[in-house]
């Protein structure tokens, strides 16, 4: 039979705190070094209104516009990138400085609505 002494019990101890996974260390790194936002893109509207999009997946955008957040999902485009969410539509072709976006109002029968605003990646 096996005694355990104090010295051999912090051994252990020392031993089994030191052995947790990479996965855990990894992830707990990972949370803490996470940003809060993502990276904003910027469009200047011809009314003199400047929106601001994030993107925080390939699948959805957030869009900022007088003062209020939409959050949109993407749908079907013939070209560029196309979201749809609180009953307006977001579309852009291109990416940076010089790209195109537009808003506009989405209609109940899922088709596009009149022009909101026409912008200009800045």
Not at 6 to 23: E, G
Not at 50 to 73: C, F, H, I, W
Not at 95 to 112: F, M, V
């Amino acid at each position: 039979m096996k005694i355990f002494t104090p010295l051999m019990f912090a051994s252990i101890l020392l031993l089994s705190a030191c052995a947790s996974s990479p996965q855990e260390k990894m992830d707990g790194q990972a949370n803490m070094a996470a940003p809060s936002t993502f990276p904003e893109h910027q469009y200047r509207c011809e009314s003199g209104e400047t929106m601001r999009v994030n993107y925080p997946s390939t699948d959805s955008a957030r869009v900022q516009y007088q003062g209020r957040e939409y959050t949109m999902k993407i749908a079907v485009s013939a070209s560029g990138a196309r979201y749809l969410g609180s009953e307006l539509e977001w579309w852009t072709k291109g990416t940076g400085p010089g790209s195109e976006g537009s808003l506009l109002r989405h209609l109940a029968d899922s088709t596009s609505g009149n022009i909101i605003e026409l912008c200009t990646g800045i």
